[in-house]
Nanobody, 130 residues
C-alpha cells in the first residue's frame, strides 16, 4: 500500500517561510492526488492544497482561499515527494499539517478536500508566532 511520511514543520515568525515534504513510498496507483490538510487546535481539519500525478496538459493544482498566493505545492518526481512551500506565514497558519492520497481521483478540483483519501500521513506541527 501507499505510505506517506511528512517532514519539516517547526516554529516560524509571522511573515516567514517554511517548507514541508511528503515522501511517497510503497505501491502507488497510476492516477491519484496528494493533498495537504491542516488542523488547528479546537478547529476542524481543512484542506490546504492539492496536486495530481499527471504531467503536461492534465496537471492540476488547487488551493484553499486562505492560502492562495502564499502557499505552493509541487511534485518532485526524482525524489518522489510532494512539497508544500509556505510563504508570508500568518498566525492562523498554525496547526498540524498532514498529507493524504486519494486514488479515486486524478484531478484537483476546487472541492478536492471532499475526496475520499485512503492514505494519510501523520504530519508535523507548524507554529507561527513571534
Amino acid at each position: 500500500q501507499t505510505q506517506l511520511a511528512e517532514s519539516g514543520g517547526g516554529l516560524v515568525e509571522p511573515g516567514g517561510a517554511l517548507r514541508l515534504s511528503c515522501a511517497i513510498s510503497g505501491s502507488t496507483p497510476d492516477h491519484y492526488v496528494i493533498s495537504w490538510f491542516r488542523q488547528a487546535a479546537g478547529k476542524k481539519r481543512e484542506g490546504v492544497s492539492c496536486i495530481n500525478s499527471v504531467t503536461g496538459n492534465g496537471a492540476s493544482t488547487s488551493y484553499s482561499d486562505a492560502v492562495k498566493g502564499r502557499f505552493r505545492t509541487l511534485r518532485d518526481y526524482a525524489k518522489n515527494t510532494v512539497e508544500l512551500e509556505m510563504k508570508s506565514k500568518k498566525p492562523e497558519d498554525t496547526g498540524v499539517y498532514s498529507c493524504a492520497a486519494a486514488a479515486s481521483k486524478s484531478h484537483c478540483a476546487s472541492g478536492y478536500y471532499t475526496y475520499d483519501y485512503e492514505t494519510w500521513g501523520r504530519g508535523p506541527q507548524v507554529t507561527v508566532s513571534s
